[in-house]
T-cell receptor, first 115, second 118 residues
Framework: AQKVTQAQTEISVVEKEDVTLDCVYE???????LFWYKQPPSGELVFLIR??????QNEISGRYSWNFQKSTSSFNFTITASQVVDSAVYFC????????????FGQGTTLQVKP | NAGVTQTPKFQVLKTGQSMTLQCAQD?????MSWYRQDPGMGLRLIHY???????DQGEVPNGYNVSRSTTEDFPLRLLSAAPSQTSVYFC?????????????????FGEGSRLTVL
């Protein structure tokens, strides 16, 4: 069965600290896709990144970076020099193996960045 | 370009009442789905559709009904509301690509509908 686990329920940091959000996934598929979404206090879901299973290069976008490791089935998300605006709930998700457009979400990690 | 539009944004129901959450997308996406979000449980799939006239159950379908008569619309019906259905509901759509690239697999979400059942 496919599953996504975000073991960190809540994280609190002080502004300018670096923070890493963990994501561990389970799948038997050899080709799969992983996602991160952000949900700010306003409630909408914002797409951050997609990663293909056959592309293990880490990705950096400004203060955001993602570390994909197939060996440990992890897709961790790091925010460098966190800011108050980064306060949100972050979801990691795995695309369902069927051709249905479904995503399997983790439980979410609530990040609070204090000034 | 409106994207995915959900209505209403807020609704309060009494136990046993029925209602329909509306969802419409203007991106000509084949795939549409409904998720519910509850504290500590992430987003769980209720129902999904891979095209007009085709629907299927997700992880938590009980108490909900859907139909997909057009590509654009995917309403979610609560047949007899229960307090356990108090949640935030998200509709999403996606384009599955044409096999030639430029596919992101991204789900486009509506703004959510907060439902309270008393």
């Amino acid at each position: 069965a496919q599953k996504v686990t975000q073991a960190q329920t809540e994280i609190s940091v002080v502004e300018k600290e670096d923070v890493t959000l963990d994501c561990v996934y389970e799948t038997r598929d050899t080709t799969y896709y992983l996602f991160w979404y952000k949900q700010p206090p306003s409630g909408e879901l914002v797409f951050l990144i997609r990663r293909n299973s056959f592309d293990e290069q880490n990705e950096i976008s400004g203060r955001y970076s993602w570390n994909f490791q197939k060996s440990t089935s992890s897709f961790n998300f790091t925010i460098t020099a966190s800011q108050v605006v980064d306060s949100a709930v972050y979801f990691c998700a795995l695309r369902d193996s069927g051709n249905t457009g479904k995503l399997i979400f983790g439980q979410g990690t609530t990040l609070q960045v204090k000034p | 370009n409106a994207g995915v539009t959900q209505t209403p944004k807020f609704q309060v129901l009494k136990t046993g009442q029925s209602m329909t959450l509306q969802c419409a997308q203007d991106m000509n996406h084949e795939y549409m789905s409904w998720y519910r979000q509850d504290p500590g449980m992430g987003l769980r799939l209720i129902h999904y559709s891979v095209g007009a006239g085709i629907t299927d159950q997700g992880e938590v379908p009980n108490g909900y009904n859907v139909s997909r008569s057009t590509t654009e619309d995917f309403p979610l019906r609560l047949l007899s509301a229960a307090p356990s259905q108090t949640s935030v509901y998200f509709c999403a759509s996606s384009w599955e690509g044409d096999g030639w690239g430029m596919w992101t697999g991204e789900l486009f979400f509506g703004e959510g509908s907060r439902l309270t059942v008393l």
